[in-house]
T-cell receptor, first 114, second 109 residues
């Protein structure tokens, strides 16, 4: 079945540590996105990529980094500079970056600080 | 004013009721509109796109009013399984998707 796979499902970070969240899709979608969701709040865009080897900052990119070396993969690194990383992280993809294509989500990674 | 606003909720309705949610958006250049549902501690799932002429999918009907800059979602004959948070999503061509904060629905037996 085609879909978006995020791993791990749960992740714990120590102070000063960088952690990487994986996102893989086999939908052959061009565009991929990372969002953060805090309890009781809406989704906020961290980074997005409309094509391989290209990505742009979203609304809350500080303390995060991404890469898009392959079409199917868009990993997110939460760096030690992100002082409040505890949240639900959602990866999404869409067929193209055009706004009329809906996004489809992975089942998320919950990140907590130890 | 926030870019996308939704009815604050929560909505608590009995099974079989009809319930409607509204969503307003501030950017008149918005072109694409969607409704997603999100179950507790799960990812959002696409419920339906919203087309200019309005569209229906079973018990769900979506409407768009460009003049007043709002979209609506109507759920008829509510089921227990409809309990979730409903997210309104708006896109301006060339810009990113903007998600509303969501409206929580609880369908009660």
């Amino acid at each position: 079945d085609g879909g978006i796979t995020q791993s791990p499902k749960y992740l714990f970070r120590k102070e000063g540590q960088n952690v990487t969240l994986s996102c893989e899709q086999n939908l052959n979608h061009d565009a991929m996105y990372w969002y953060r969701q805090d309890p009781g709040q809406g989704l906020r865009l961290i980074y997005y990529s409309q094509i391989v080897n290209d990505f742009q900052k979203g609304d809350i990119a500080e303390g995060y980094s991404v890469s898009r070396e392959k079409k199917e993969s868009f990993p997110l690194t939460v760096t030690s500079a992100q002082k409040n990383p505890t949240a639900f992280y959602l990866c999404a993809s869409s067929r193209t970056g055009a706004g009329n294509q809906p996004q489809h989500f992975g089942d998320g990674t919950r990140l907590s600080i130890l | 004013r926030k870019e996308v606003e939704q009815d604050p909720g929560p909505f608590n309705v009995p099974e079989g009721a009809t319930v409607a949610f509204n969503c307003t958006y501030s950017n008149s250049a918005s072109q694409s509109f969607f409704w997603y549902r999100q179950d507790c501690r799960k990812e959002p799932k696409l419920l339906m796109s919203v087309y200019s002429s309005g569209n229906e999918d079973g018990r769900f009907t979506a409407q768009l009013n460009r003049a007043s800059q709002y979209i609506s979602l109507l759920i008829r004959d509510s089921k227990l399984s409809d309990s979730a948070t409903y997210l309104c999503v708006v896109n301006v061509e060339g810009q990113n998707f903007v998600f509303g904060p969501g409206t929580r629905l609880s369908v009660l037996p």
